[in-house]
C-alpha cells in the first residue's frame, strides 16, 4: 500500500514555460482566476491502494471519459489560499494546515478520501517553489493557489461513491478580487433561494454550492446590487452569508458574526479576525443576527459597520442593502474605521510588514 505522507513527488519540468516578458506581462494586469502559471500538481487515489503517482507536471488539460462520475454526480471538492511575496522578498503562505483541515472535512462529507495535511501543504510548497516567479511583486497583489478533489472512475451507477479519484493543484497569480478595490459594496437579500440547509453541504467546500448561488447572484445583479446576502433556509429572516464570504457586524467595540451551524463555510479568514479583533480588546462574537435587526441596527446608529471577508477579497466593506420590499444604508455609506483597520492589520502579517503573533505564516522559498 502506498502511504500518502511519504509520497514522492516525480518532478516534470514545462518544455513551453512561458518567457520572462510573457510573464510580465500577464503580471502587469493579472486579474483575478484568468491566467495560470506553467506547472501544476496532480496525485492519484485508488480504493484499497491509496494516494499514488504524486507528480509536478506542465499546466495544461485533462481528458476525461464522457461517463466519469464527478460530471454527473458533482462529487468534487477544491479549496483556496495564496501565496505572498512578503517586504522582505520571502515567498509565504498563509496558514495552510488551517485549509488542509477544513480541506479533508470537506471530503469526509462528500464520501471522498482524505488527504494527509503534510501532503497537501507539501504539494503547494513544490507548486509555488518551482513557479516563484509567478509570485507578484505589486503591493496587494498575491498568486491564488487552487487545490482541488474529483472522482475519476468511469460508470453511471449511483449506489456507492467512486473509487478513485484524483487531487490537483493550480496556480493563478491575482490582483485585487473586486476591480475597484476597496469599495463598499452593495448586497442584495435573497428571499426566494436558499443557499442551505442543517444537514446539507453549506460547510463544505464544494463546487455544488456555488453552482446552485448563480441564480441568486444574478438576481442581486439584476436588482443593481453587487453581491447576495444569502438567509436561513427555514425562516429567511436570519443573516449566513454574502456571496461565499462571511458577514461581520461592528456594534461599537463588539464585533458579531453569524456562528457556525453546519450550514455555513468555517472561513479561515474570519477565523482569523476574530482572532485580530480580541487582540484588539474588542468583544468579538459568534451568533445570529436577522434582517430586520440590521435594519434596525443602523437606522438607530447602532450598527456601524458591515463587512465581509474571504481569502480573495480579503476585507470587503458593505455601503448599502436592498431586498424585495426593503432598503437602508449602511452608516454613512463608506468604509469603516475597524473594517479599515482589520483588513490593514490582517494584510500587514500576510505581506510581511505587521508581526505574526499567532504563529500564521507558513514560508516556502
Given at each position: 500500500?502506498?502511504?500518502?505522507?511519504?509520497?514522492?513527488?516525480?518532478?516534470q519540468?514545462?518544455?513551453?514555460?512561458r518567457?520572462?516578458?510573457?510573464?510580465?506581462?500577464?503580471?502587469?494586469?493579472?486579474?483575478f482566476?484568468?491566467?495560470?502559471t506553467?506547472?501544476?500538481?496532480?496525485?492519484?487515489?485508488?480504493?484499497?491502494?491509496?494516494?499514488?503517482?504524486?507528480?509536478?507536471?506542465p499546466?495544461?488539460?485533462?481528458t476525461?471519459?464522457?461517463?466519469?462520475?464527478?460530471?454527473?454526480?458533482a462529487?468534487?471538492?477544491?479549496?483556496?489560499?495564496?501565496?505572498?511575496?512578503?517586504?522582505?522578498?520571502?515567498?509565504?503562505?498563509?496558514?495552510?494546515?488551517?485549509?488542509?483541515?477544513?480541506?479533508?472535512?470537506?471530503?469526509?462529507?462528500m464520501?471522498?478520501?482524505?488527504?494527509?495535511?503534510?501532503?497537501?501543504?507539501?504539494?503547494?510548497?513544490?507548486?509555488?517553489?518551482?513557479?516563484?516567479?509567478?509570485?507578484?511583486?505589486?503591493?496587494?497583489?498575491?498568486?491564488y493557489l487552487?487545490p482541488?478533489?474529483?472522482a475519476t472512475?468511469?460508470?453511471?451507477?449511483?449506489?456507492?461513491?467512486?473509487r478513485?479519484?484524483?487531487?490537483?493543484?493550480?496556480?493563478?497569480?491575482?490582483a485585487?478580487?473586486?476591480?475597484?478595490?476597496?469599495k463598499?459594496?452593495?448586497?442584495?437579500?435573497?428571499?426566494?433561494?436558499?443557499?442551505?440547509?442543517?444537514?446539507?453541504?453549506?460547510?463544505?467546500?464544494?463546487?455544488?454550492?456555488?453552482?446552485?448561488?448563480?441564480?441568486?447572484?444574478?438576481?442581486?445583479?439584476?436588482?443593481?446590487?453587487?453581491?447576495?446576502?444569502?438567509?436561513?433556509?427555514?425562516?429567511?429572516r436570519?443573516?449566513?452569508?454574502?456571496?461565499?464570504m462571511n458577514?461581520?457586524?461592528?456594534?461599537?467595540?463588539?464585533?458579531?458574526?453569524?456562528?457556525?451551524?453546519?450550514?455555513?463555510?468555517?472561513?479561515?479568514?474570519?477565523?482569523?479576525?476574530?482572532?485580530?479583533?480580541r487582540?484588539?480588546?474588542?468583544?468579538a462574537e459568534?451568533?445570529?443576527?436577522?434582517?430586520?435587526?440590521?435594519?434596525?441596527?443602523?437606522?438607530?446608529?447602532?450598527?456601524?459597520?458591515?463587512?465581509?471577508c474571504?481569502?480573495?477579497?480579503?476585507?470587503?466593506?458593505?455601503?448599502?442593502?436592498?431586498?424585495?420590499?426593503?432598503?437602508?444604508?449602511?452608516?454613512?455609506?463608506t468604509?469603516?474605521?475597524?473594517?479599515?483597520k482589520?483588513?490593514?492589520?490582517?494584510?500587514?502579517?500576510?505581506?510581511?510588514?505587521r508581526?505574526?503573533?499567532?504563529?500564521?505564516?507558513?514560508?516556502i522559498?
Amino acid at each position: 500500500m502506498t502511504t500518502a505522507h511519504k509520497l514522492s513527488f516525480d518532478v516534470q519540468l514545462s518544455d513551453h514555460a512561458r518567457t520572462a516578458a510573457e510573464r510580465e506581462r500577464v503580471l502587469a494586469n493579472p486579474g483575478f482566476g484568468q491566467h495560470f502559471t506553467d506547472h501544476m500538481i496532480s496525485i492519484d487515489y485508488t480504493e484499497g491502494v491509496g494516494w499514488h503517482d504524486a507528480r509536478l507536471m506542465p499546466y495544461g488539460p485533462l481528458t476525461l471519459d464522457p461517463a466519469t462520475s464527478v460530471l454527473h454526480y458533482a462529487q468534487e471538492l477544491f479549496e483556496g489560499l495564496k501565496a505572498y511575496r512578503q517586504v522582505n522578498g520571502s515567498i509565504v503562505c498563509f496558514r495552510p494546515y488551517a485549509n488542509a483541515a477544513r480541506f479533508n472535512t470537506s471530503a469526509r462529507r462528500m464520501a471522498m478520501p482524505e488527504l494527509p495535511e503534510e501532503t497537501f501543504v507539501e504539494s503547494l510548497e513544490l507548486l509555488v517553489q518551482t513557479d516563484r516567479e509567478w509570485v507578484p511583486t505589486t503591493e496587494g497583489h498575491s498568486l491564488y493557489l487552487r487545490p482541488f478533489m474529483i472522482a475519476t472512475q468511469v460508470g453511471l451507477g449511483v449506489n456507492y461513491p467512486s473509487r478513485t479519484y484524483k487531487y490537483m493543484v493550480i496556480a493563478s497569480p491575482a490582483a485585487s478580487y473586486f476591480a475597484g478595490g476597496v469599495k463598499p459594496v452593495s448586497v442584495w437579500l435573497s428571499t426566494e433561494y436558499t443557499r442551505a440547509a442543517p444537514g446539507g453541504t453549506g460547510f463544505a467546500k464544494c463546487g455544488g454550492n456555488y453552482a446552485a448561488a448563480f441564480v441568486a447572484q444574478r438576481q442581486a445583479v439584476e436588482n443593481g446590487c453587487d453581491q447576495v446576502v444569502w438567509l436561513d433556509a427555514h425562516e429567511h429572516r436570519y443573516v449566513e452569508e454574502m456571496g461565499g464570504m462571511n458577514l461581520f457586524f461592528v456594534y461599537g467595540d463588539r464585533l458579531l458574526t453569524p456562528a457556525l451551524t453546519g450550514t455555513l463555510l468555517p472561513g479561515i479568514t474570519r477565523d482569523s479576525l476574530l482572532a485580530l479583533a480580541r487582540d484588539m480588546g474588542l468583544r468579538a462574537e459568534e451568533g445570529r443576527i436577522s434582517i430586520e435587526e440590521w435594519q434596525a441596527g443602523c437606522e438607530s446608529g447602532e450598527l456601524t459597520e458591515v463587512f465581509a471577508c474571504g481569502t480573495a477579497a480579503v476585507v470587503t466593506p458593505v455601503g448599502s442593502v436592498k431586498g424585495a420590499d426593503r432598503s437602508w444604508t449602511v452608516g454613512d455609506g463608506t468604509p469603516g474605521p475597524l473594517t479599515l483597520k482589520l483588513r490593514e492589520e490582517l494584510i500587514g502579517i500576510q505581506y510581511g510588514s505587521r508581526p505574526d503573533t499567532h504563529g500564521w505564516i507558513h514560508k516556502i522559498c
